[in-house]
Each structure stands twice: as structure tokens, then as C-alpha cells.
T-cell receptor, first 109, second 112 residues
Framework: GQNIDQPTEMTATEGAIVQINCTYQTSGFNGLFWYQQHAGEAPTFLSYNVLDGLEEKGRFSSFLSRSKGYSYLLLKELQMKDSASYLCAVMDSNYQLIWGAGTKLIIKP | IAGITQAPTSQILAAGRRMTLRCTQDMRHNAMYWYRQDLGLGLRLIHYSNTAGTTGKGEVPDGYSVSRANTDDFPLTLASAVPSQTSVYFC???????????FGQGTRLTVV
């Protein structure tokens, strides 16, 4: 079966750095997406990785290792507004997105 | 403002009733999707459409139907609602198969 695993909840301090991990087992791979979802709102796109390595976009970076079935989202200089759920999703061989359950990130002052 | 719009934003529905959730996008995206999101679970694909005139079944299609008569609209119909269909429903669209998806604001549906 297809499976995406990510921690249920993480806590971090304002101004710090946090890494949210995602491991996956899917039938085929056509890219990995990270989305941010604030409570009661729609998911919004953060990043897309299809090749191994690190993609940096401002305070957010995303890493992919296809051989290990592993990705992480790195958030730097955390702000209170970063409190949200972070969703990892993998596009399989049929170009369908398989979603993880999401990691709820709590930022404390 | 360009984007994707869902209606209604919330609804309480009696079991056994028929209900259509509306979704409209003005970005001329080819692909559209319906997901449900339940606590503790990831988004699950109900139905999708890669282009106007075609639809496909996702992971959890039973009890739901869709149509894609044109590029902009992708309604989701519950033929006879059951309590297990209580969920938050998200419509999404994307320009192509492996591109970023844009989500509507969601419809919170409660079946009683």
C-alpha cells in the first residue's frame, strides 16, 4: 500500500529553527509537495521537490532523498504566524497526490 | 479576484438527503479535484477531472458523483447523505497533472 508518515505534532520556540520530517512509500514518484494549512483554512502551496537535494525559498527550505523515501521541511526564524499544520504529499505514478495526515506545529513565545 | 470558490461554506444535512457542493475556478486550470479532510487523516481524493468532459474515481468515491461539463465548474453530489460523510470538503484545481494545486476555502458538511 501507499503510505506517507510525518509526526503528528511538534512544538518550537519563536525565532528558532524546526525540521519536519516526512517518509513515504508510494507506487512510483513524480514529486513531493509541502503545503501549509492554518486552522480552519485551505492548504496553501509551499514547495515542490522532484530531484534530490535542497530547495530554498526564503525562511523555508525543503529537502528530498528519493533513494531513502525521505523529505524534510526546514523553517528558520520561526514566527508566531508559522503556527499551522504542514502537509506532505507525494505524487505517484498515476499523477495522483497521496497525502500525509499533517504535522501540527505549535510555536511558543 | 482570480481563484477557486466553493459553496456553501457550511451545511447541516439530514441523512438521506441529496446535496450538491459547488466549485468554480476562473484560472482556466485543466485539472480539478475533490478531497475530504477528516481529523487525523490526510486529505483523501474523492473524484478528479484532468480536463473538461472527463472524470475519474479517487481513493474514496463511493456515495459521491461528479460532472465536468466545462472548464470552470466541478460540482460534487452526495446522492443520499450518510453520517460518515460528515467532513470538510475541499475542491482544488491545477494547471496540469504534476503542478501546484490551488484550494477552495472548504465546505464543512455535517450529516445528522
Amino acid at each position: 500500500g501507499q503510505n506517507i508518515d510525518q509526526p503528528t505534532e511538534m512544538t518550537a520556540t519563536e525565532g528558532a529553527i524546526v525540521q519536519i520530517n516526512c517518509t513515504y512509500q508510494t507506487s512510483g514518484f513524480n514529486g513531493l509537495f509541502w503545503y501549509q494549512q492554518h486552522a480552519g483554512e485551505a492548504p496553501t502551496f509551499l514547495s515542490y521537490n522532484v530531484l534530490d537535494g535542497l530547495e530554498e525559498k526564503g525562511r523555508f527550505s525543503s529537502f528530498l532523498s528519493r533513494s531513502k523515501g525521505y523529505s524534510y521541511l526546514l523553517l528558520k526564524e520561526l514566527q508566531m504566524k508559522d503556527s499551522a499544520s504542514y502537509l506532505c504529499a507525494v505524487m505517484d505514478s498515476n499523477y495522483q497526490l497521496i497525502w500525509g495526515a499533517g504535522t501540527k506545529l505549535i510555536i511558543k513565545p | 479576484i482570480a481563484g477557486i470558490t466553493q459553496a456553501p461554506t457550511s451545511q447541516i444535512l439530514a441523512a438521506g438527503r441529496r446535496m450538491t457542493l459547488r466549485c468554480t475556478q476562473d484560472m482556466r486550470h485543466n485539472a480539478m479535484y475533490w478531497y475530504r479532510q477528516d481529523l487525523g487523516l490526510g486529505l483523501r481524493l474523492i473524484h478528479y477531472s484532468n480536463t473538461a468532459g472527463t472524470t475519474g474515481k479517487g481513493e474514496v468515491p463511493d456515495g459521491y458523483s461528479v460532472s465536468r461539463a466545462n472548464t470552470d465548474d466541478f460540482p460534487l453530489t452526495l446522492a443520499s447523505a450518510v453520517p460518515s460523510q460528515t467532513s470538510v470538503y475541499f475542491c482544488a484545481s491545477s494547471p496540469g497533472a504534476n503542478t501546484e494545486a490551488f484550494f477552495g476555502q472548504g465546505t464543512r458538511l455535517t450529516v445528522v
